[in-house]
């Protein structure tokens, strides 16, 4: 199994970002891939997740309205689209994956993959 994210950068307040995440290893139907991220000093956040099988979404309430995860199952591929970012939206951003059903932290989650930075900062 690999997950490795890609995309992140230097954004200012209020622009928007799209990371991305390529998959192999698994299949979709068995596994739910999400989103974490993980600020210095600060514990592993849930962001959002993309369940197994019929695809259901579910946001921290932290990105709720602000960003949007989908999958291209053709391209074993997950993203993660995000505007109006803010400083603290700052961190090195994960993606992983789990078998079954979407949770919210990051204990149950079986494959990891190498994180992808995020500043947001004028």
């Known amino acids: 199994v690999q997950l490795q994210a890609y995309g992140g950068g230097l954004v200012q307040p209020g622009g928007s970002l799209r990371l991305s995440c390529a998959y192999s290893g698994f299949t979709v139907d068995d596994y739910s891939i999400g989103w974490f991220r993980q600020a210095p000093g600060k514990g592993r956040e849930g962001i959002s997740c993309i369940s197994n099988s019929v695809g259901a979404t579910v946001y921290a309430d932290s990105m709720k309205g602000r960003a949007t995860i989908s999958r291209d199952n053709a391209k074993n591929t997950l993203y993660l689209q995000m505007n109006y970012l803010k400083p603290e939206d700052s961190a090195v951003y994960h993606c992983?994956?789990?078998?079954?059903?979407?949770?919210?932290?990051?204990?149950?989650?079986?494959?990891w993959g190498q994180g992808t930075q995020v500043t947001v900062s004028s």
């Open positions: 992983a994956a789990v078998y079954g059903g979407c949770y919210s932290g990051p204990g149950p989650w079986d494959y």
